[in-house]
C-alpha cells in the first residue's frame, strides 16, 4: 500500500488524539528498548509548565560498564543469631550493588559455605573463591565478627591492587591488620542499616567511575603470559613439575600447575616465586613477565581462541589446539599480506 506523507501525519495525529499521555508512556515503557524509565514519572510525562498531554522523551543512555564485587565475611563458626545478622547486611548490599549494575557474589550463595556445603574439598573452597576474588573489581568486607577465611580473601585483594571497602557497625572494633591495609580502602561506619544504605549508595557512585578505569586497564592481564613462558623453559630443559617441586621444595605440583595454566589476573605470582623459578630455569624474571611480541599475540590468540574452541569441540589436545592456532594466524599473515 503506498501512503503519502500528508496521510500518514493523518493517521498518525488520529491514532495519538486517542491515546492519552498516561498511556503512551506505559506503552514506551513495555515495548521500547532502552528508553531511560528510571527518571521520575512526573517529568516523564510533562511539568506543570507544559500543556496538558505533553510528553517529555529521554534520550537512552549506553548502559554502565557491569562490574564485579566480592562479599567477604565470616562464616565458619557463627551462631544462628550472627548468620542473620551477616545475612541481612549482605542481603542489603546486594540490593543496592545491582542498581549500580554491580554484581556481587557472595560465597554463602555460591556452593563453598561452610554449613550448606560442608562436603565441598578445602582445596575447591580456596580454588572458587581465591579466584572469584581475583575477578572481582572491588572487595567488600563486613568486619562484625572475626574471620580467617574473610582475612584470607583481603590479602588477596590487597595483592591483585583491588580496591577494598570495609563495612562496620559505628560502635565496632576493626582490627588494625585490617583497617592498617595500605591499599585503596574506604571504610564505611553507620549507624543503622539505612544510614549503611545511603552511605553505600554514595560511596559506590563515587568510586565507579576509578572501578571501571582499573577494569579496563586489567584486562591485558586476562591473557596467560607468564604461565606459557614458564611451562615452555622447563620443557625445553626437559623438566617435569616434579622435577621443579623437589628442586624448590615450598613449591608444591599443584600449585605450579595453576601458576602455568592460569591466565596472569589468576595466577598472580609474587615476586618471591619469580625470582626462585626465573633461577632454576636460567633466566630473568624481566623474561618470564615481559616475553617478546610473538609469545604475546600467541597467549593473547590463544585466550581468544579458547572459548569458541570449547564451544565447537569436545577437549582437544594441546597438539590439535596448536593445530588450530596456526592455521588462524597464517590466515592473518595472508589477510595482511594481501592488504
Known sequence: MNT???????????????????????????????????????????????????????????????????????????????????????DLIAEVCKSHHIDLYEPRKGGTDPQKNPDVADSKV??????????????????????????????????????????AHEESHVSRMITGIPSL?????YKSLKDLERQLEDCLLELRPLLEQRKMAFSQYDANIVGNKIRMLREE??????????????????????????????????????????????????????PDLGETLVAFLESWAQGRLSARFSPISDKDRNRILRRILLRMIDSLEGD
Open 185 to 189: 580502602k574506604i571504610k564505611l561506619a
Open 126 to 167: 580456596f580454588q572458587i573463591d581465591r579466584e572469584r576474588v581475583l575477578h572481582s573489581d572491588l572487595l567488600i568486607h563486613l568486619c562484625h565478627f572475626p574471620s580467617t577465611g574473610a582475612g584470607e580473601e583481603l590479602g588477596f585483594a590487597y595483592s591483585s591492587l583491588i580496591p577494598i571497602l570495609l563495612v
Open 237 to 290: 630443559l626437559g623438566l617435569t613439575r616434579s622435577d621443579v617441586a623437589k628442586a624448590i621444595p615450598e613449591l608444591t605440583v599443584e600449585h605450579l600447575q595453576q601458576m602455568e595454566e592460569s591466565t596472569d589476573r589468576l595466577a598472580d605470582p609474587s615476586l618471591t616465586f619469580l625470582r626462585r623459578i626465573a633461577t632454576l630455569l636460567n633466566t630473568t624474571v624481566a623474561d618470564l613477565v615481559e
Open 4 to 90: 503519502s506523507p500528508e496521510a500518514a501525519l493523518n493517521l498518525i495525529e488520529k491514532h495519538f488524539s486517542k491515546v492519552t499521555s498516561g498511556e503512551f508512556v506505559e506503552r514506551l515503557d513495555k515495548y521500547s528498548i532502552g528508553m531511560d524509565t528510571s527518571a521520575p514519572k512526573s517529568l516523564r510525562s510533562g511539568t506543570r509548565d507544559e500543556p496538558k498531554g505533553q510528553i517529555v522523551l529521554f534520550r537512552s543512555r549506553p548502559s554502565p560498564l557491569p562490574l564485579n564485587a566480592y562479599l567477604a565475611s565470616a562464616l565458619t563458626g557463627l551462631t544462628d543469631e550472627q548468620r542473620e545478622v551477616v545475612f541481612t547486611i549482605s
